[in-house]
């Protein structure tokens, strides 16, 4: 945590990298990928969002997450999906991850497991737009006292 509180985006950064790099299909099904799941879905909102992206290997990262999230969604356990579901979701709300990074995540993924994950990530991807416009309305709603 940085003194002033809260956790380093930095350092968050390099748990990402780490997470992108160690994590494999046949970890999907490990037994603490949940608690990092959760771990991550808690300090999502510190880290980078996308219009701090700028360098081709911090957009590398930020595809690679997306992909390894999206990755996820295809384990056979029911805890691992709800992490990756809610990270994933978090994420978006954050700006950390772009829809279209998603999008190229899926379309990795073989047919089968496409359609498996297809219905999730468009229910996703729609509950964050009409979060991001019910933001925009509340906000144009306001009125200044005259």
């Known amino acids: 945590e940085l003194e002033g509180g809260g956790p380093n985006p930095l350092a968050l950064e390099g748990v990402v990298g780490a997470f992108n790099s160690e994590l494999k299909e046949s970890d999907y099904k490990a037994g603490g990928l949940?608690?990092?799941l959760a771990f991550l879905t808690e300090r999502a909102q510190f880290m980078h969002s996308i219009d701090s992206h700028t360098s081709s290997k911090s957009q590398a990262v930020e595809m690679q997450f997306a992909a390894?999230?999206?990755g996820c969604l295809t384990s056979s356990k029911a805890d691992t999906r709800a992490g990756a579901e809610s990270l994933l979701k978090t994420c978006l709300e954050h700006g950390v991850i772009r829809s279209s990074s998603v999008e190229k995540g899926v379309s990795k993924l073989v047919s089968a497991k496409q359609r498996t994950v297809r219905h999730i990530v468009d229910l996703?991807?729609?509950?964050?737009?009409s979060d991001a416009s019910s933001?925009?309305?509340d906000s144009s709603s306001i009125k200044t006292p005259q």
């Not at 996703?124 to 737009?129: G, K, N, P």
Request: proline share 7%; hydrophobic share 45%.
């Open 34 to 36: 949940p608690d990092v």
């Open 68 to 70: 390894t999230l999206v």
């Open 124 to 129: 996703i991807q729609v509950a964050d737009e």
């Open 135 to 137: 933001m925009k309305t």
